[in-house]
Structure formats: C-alpha cells, structure tokens
C-alpha cells in the first residue's frame, strides 16, 4: 500500500508535467493512449488516496496512483493500483516534442502485456517472477524485446518476445540466448534449461531453422507463432525443414565477349589496384578494393558507382579515370579517411583481402575457387559478407567477414552454413558446376568468423556455447591495419575466449 507522501509527490509531479504545457499524453500498457486536455481528465484526492480520470469518446479509465517511478523530460512514469490491488505502472508523455520515442514506448509497452497474457496462457501453473521491456546496456538486452522469467520451485525459465518488425524474429533469438545465459548467473538456486520463444508469425520460420543446430544439452527451446489478434501458437521445429535458399548454376567460362569489350577489360584489369571477380553468372566484376566501378553483362561494358552507364571507346579514359581516383581515395595510406570512397563497404574491402592474401587466414583451403553469396539469402543486405572455399581434402569452409562489431554474426553465420549444409548434403554445389574438379567431402563444413580483433562483440562466445558441439567453429581476429595486410592475431575454436 503506498504512503501518502508518495502520492503527494506523484500530486506535484503530474502538475509540474501538464504546467510545463505541449501535448501531453497518458498511456497505459496494452492500451491506446490519450491525449490530455483540460476537460478529459481529473486529479482527485479520495480518503488520502490519489486517483486520476481520463476519458475520449469511446473509452474510461480510473487508476488509483501510490507514487513516482521515474521522472525525466518528456516523461513521466508513475506507480498504480490496479483494481485487487495489482500493482501497475502509467506514463504521462510529452508527445509533441517527442512523438516517435511515445509512439516507440508505446508500441513496446503494449508488446510487453501482451507477453504478459501470453506467458499466462501459456505457462498457466508458473509465476512471472519478473517482466521487463527495459534496457540493460550491460547484457547488451535491448528494449524492443519484453523478457522474462518464469519459476516454479527451483526451476526456471528464461522467455522473451519479438516485436513485428521485419528481421526481429530472426534476432529474438540472440537476444533470448544473451538473456538465458545473464539468468544462469544471476538466478544461481535456480535450474534454467528452457527459453521460450514468442515470436510473430511472419519472421517465426526465420527463427525456427535454427533451433535444431543448438546444443540440446546447453539449452532447450520452446517457441511460439504469435498473430496479430495476441493469440499464439506452439511451434514444431520440425515442421520447418525446408529452407528458402537458391543456388544458382556457376558458369565456370567466363561470359563471351566481343573482342572489343574484352579489350577493354584486359587494359583495366591491369590498372594498379584493379581486381577482376568472377561472378556465379559467369561476369566479371572489376574493383577497387571490393567497391565495383564495372561490370560485363550481356556482351556490354557497364560502369559507374551509382548508375550504370554502357562504356564506348570515347568514354574508356573516364572508365580508367575513375578506377584510378577510386584507387588514390581507397588507399590504405589515403589521407583522407574521412572520404566517402575510403569508408564505402567495408566489408567488401574486407573481403579483397581475404581473397588475396586467404593464405593467412587458412593455409588449408585453396584459394583458386572462392564463391561469394552461393546460395543466395533473401532478405537483402546483411552487412555480412559471405565467403565459400574447400580445403585440400575437399572439406567446405564458411567465411563470414564482418569489419565491424555486430552482435547478430554468429546467428547470421549461422544461417548461411545452414543453407550451405542444405546444398551440400543434395549434391548441388558439383551438380551446378561449383569446385570443378574437386570431389567434395559430405562432412559439415567449417565456420570461420573474421574480423578485426576488437570488433568481436563481447556476447558473440556467449552465443557461441549454444552451437551444436558438431559446428566446428573458428574466429578469426585481424589487426586493426587490415586494410594495409592482414595479421592474423588470434584464432579461437568455438567459445574459446581470448589469452
């Protein structure tokens, strides 16, 4: 029961809020706010106790206030009593200086009772010891994704939801690891093996085909497709086998050009800094330290950064012109780093090096057949550059790079091994004319994680104990001059951390 001094503090702190003026707004978890004007709502003192009223058109709402919560600019978050005397919490909001971190607050809180309801549906004979959708920098635990903790005796379950946003249920998993292992040491008398996942039903494949590749010993998940309406449902892994993955047939001759074209790729192949890559298609790609200037495709010439135009023999000065500009800008002893050209697509530039110098990365695998992004995975652009090799005895090799730190890089690695694993396992790489001449090993491949040393992020061994023990995993850790040469600083199987 909360002290009247409490809530005479809460008293002034709402008058202090709505004095300050703007367009104020109570929200209420779960429900749709209200914007506060001088003749919807009421302060009112009942037998030492403070209550506040508001109403629209369509809707009422009466809640007892017991104290202050957290007080800031644009915010206000008070502590009430729900009818039965639970325990609640309402915000006043300044809307019109921050409307989108309201509408953002809002849609987190609604998210949060609607775990709520769905956890109590779900786990009906176990108690929400504790409920958060705040963040925890520390744990690297975002606020998009409501937590929680279930117990019953001594025994624990660690659950967690994902907004709709697309790519959020493929990340709710991450974080559902991170949030899993943060319990295991804080809640030490309790036993956690379980994490229940609540996941919306568009994205719950992205999240499922993952699920049978984790260490069952380590962790054992539950997984949940929620609708719109905030009903879900339990997911069998199993029914998500088929995996939506393309590889696309290797035209190992390169692409026939006229003999004219084919000039003109000969002369800016052999410009200073000028790679030729070849792609799946049969194409070739030219760059600069992993950014493209040019590109052949159907017996043409294309080039420029943004658009493409076809090259003539009037405008091949410009073409070599623009190679060696891209060149002096994207030196790695450029002075100039703050230059759009030196910062474009790291991950790219990471990737030159790696082709070119793969020796340092693996001595085993052969570095005359590299494939990027074979397969392909939807869903855009991940940041993440996707590398496939084989060693001398046939094996494959995953290479994610990634030239900053991502707290996603393992899971997403993950996905890509997992498609590789698909096509492998069906005989498609030899099938569609990828490692001629190699007779492929049937084995699982390897996963190499590289990245600049400090550009690990600090969960990234957390989410690495959770892999099956038959993932053989590897980081690799590169000096900060990567882009001058690599240097290799560490290597470190699967969880392994750091000397």
């Excluded at 809530?7 to 209200?34: C, S």
């Excluded at 019953?152 to 709710?172: L, Y």
């Excluded at 070599?320 to 790219?348: F, M, V």
Aim: glycine share 6%; with cysteine.
């Amino acid at each position: 029961m909360g002290k009247p001094a409490d809530a005479a503090a809460a008293h002034a702190a709402i008058l202090r809020f709505l004095e300050r003026g703007g367009e104020p707004a109570l929200l209420e978890p779960g429900e749709e706010q209200f914007t506060l004007k001088p003749d919807n709502y009421k302060l009112d003192w009942r037998n030492g106790r403070l209550t506040i009223q508001v109403w629209d058109e369509r809707r009422v709402l009466a809640r007892r206030i017991v104290g202050i919560a957290e007080e800031r600019a644009g915010k206000l978050e008070l502590a009430i009593e729900r009818f039965g005397k639970r325990p609640g919490r309402i915000y006043i909001l300044e809307t019109k200086q921050a409307r989108t971190s309201v509408e953002r607050l809002g849609a987190r809180l609604i998210l949060r009772e609607r775990f709520r309801r769905s956890l109590s549906r779900q786990f009906p004979d176990w108690q929400i010891a504790e409920l958060s959708a705040e963040a925890n920098l520390e744990e690297s635990l975002s606020p998009s994704y409501p937590r929680a903790l279930l117990k019953r005796g001594s025994t624990g379950i660690a659950a967690i939801a994902a907004p709709s946003e697309p790519g959020a249920a493929a990340a709710c998993l991450t974080f559902g690891l991170i949030w899993l292992d943060y319990l295991r040491r804080r809640e030490r008398r309790l036993t956690l093996q379980s994490l229940a996942l609540f996941l919306p039903e568009s994205g719950a494949r992205a999240a499922c085909h993952r699920l049978p590749f984790l260490d069952p010993k380590a962790v054992r998940v539950q997984a949940y497709a929620c609708s719109e309406e905030g009903f879900e449902e339990w997911i069998d892994p199993r029914d998500y086998g088929n995996l939506d993955t393309r590889l696309e047939p290797c035209a190992a001759p390169l692409e026939t050009l006229p003999s004219r074209v084919a000039g003109w790729v000969e002369h800016l192949r052999s410009l200073p800094g000028v790679d030729a890559v070849r792609r799946p298609d049969g194409a070739l790609s030219l760059r600069v330290r992993g950014l493209e200037f040019a590109r052949t495709a159907h017996g043409e010439l294309l080039f420029g950064l943004r658009k493409r135009a076809a090259a003539t023999e009037a405008n091949l000065a410009e073409i070599e012109q623009l190679a060696r500009e891209i060149e002096r800008l994207r030196s790695p002893s450029a002075p100039d780093r703050e230059n759009p050209l030196y910062q474009q697509q790291p991950e790219a530039w990471l990737e030159a090096q790696v082709r070119a110098q793969l020796e340092q990365i693996d001595a085993t695998l052969q570095p005359d057949q590299v494939y990027a992004q074979a397969p392909t995975l939807s869903g855009g652009d991940r940041g993440i550059i996707d590398l496939l090799a084989a060693d001398r005895d046939g094996r494959l090799a995953v290479l994610e790079l990634k030239a900053s730190e991502d707290i996603h890089l393992p899971l997403q690695a993950l996905d890509y091994w997992i498609r590789v694993v698909w096509h492998l396992e069906r005989g498609e790489f030899t099938q569609y004319g990828y490692f001629p001449g190699r007779v492929l090993a049937r084995k699982w491949p390897r996963l190499l994680l590289v990245a600049p040393a400090l550009c690990f992020h600090p969960k990234t061994e957390t989410i690495l104990r959770f892999f099956a023990p038959e993932i053989e995993v590897e980081r690799v850790g590169l000096g900060a001059d990567w882009r001058r040469s690599l240097k290799v600083m560490f290597r470190l199987r699967g969880a392994d951390r750091p000397a």
